[in-house]
């Protein structure tokens, strides 16, 4: 079973047959923290080599497919791109705007 995750123009596919085992929750941290620090977008290979630890394709692909889903990168054609922004200031400058109605 092959499975890809669309959305918008950008595909993660996830090629698997059958799961040998699911990532843990330091490898998902140590996943994010390697895309909040990366300077722009960076390719699965990429990825691999600045990790800290060596990782499963398997296990990138779904933590990545994960990340995805729940809107915290974005896959494009230059790679992938950390998009969250959990700062306090920016989430308080949030609740505070005002909405302007067309």
């Given at each position: 079973?092959?499975?890809?995750?669309?959305?918008?123009?950008?595909?993660?596919?996830?090629?698997?047959g059958k799961l040998i085992h699911s990532p843990t929750l330091?490898?998902?941290?140590?996943?994010?923290?390697?895309?909040?620090?990366?300077?722009?977008p960076i390719s699965m290979e990429g990825l691999k080599r600045i990790m800290p630890k060596k990782?499963?394709?398997q296990s990138l692909r779904l933590i990545l497919s994960?990340?995805?889903?729940?809107?915290?990168?974005?896959v494009g054609p230059k790679g992938i791109s950390w998009i969250a922004n959990d700062s306090p200031k920016f989430?308080?400058?949030?609740?505070?705007?005002?909405?302007?109605?067309a």
């Open positions: 079973m092959q499975e890809t995750i669309h959305k918008g123009e950008s595909r993660i596919h996830l090629n698997i330091k490898t998902v941290l140590m996943v994010e923290a390697a895309l909040r620090n990366s300077d722009g990782i499963m394709d994960y990340l995805d889903s729940k809107g915290s990168i974005l989430l308080k400058m949030i609740k505070k705007a005002k909405v302007i109605e």
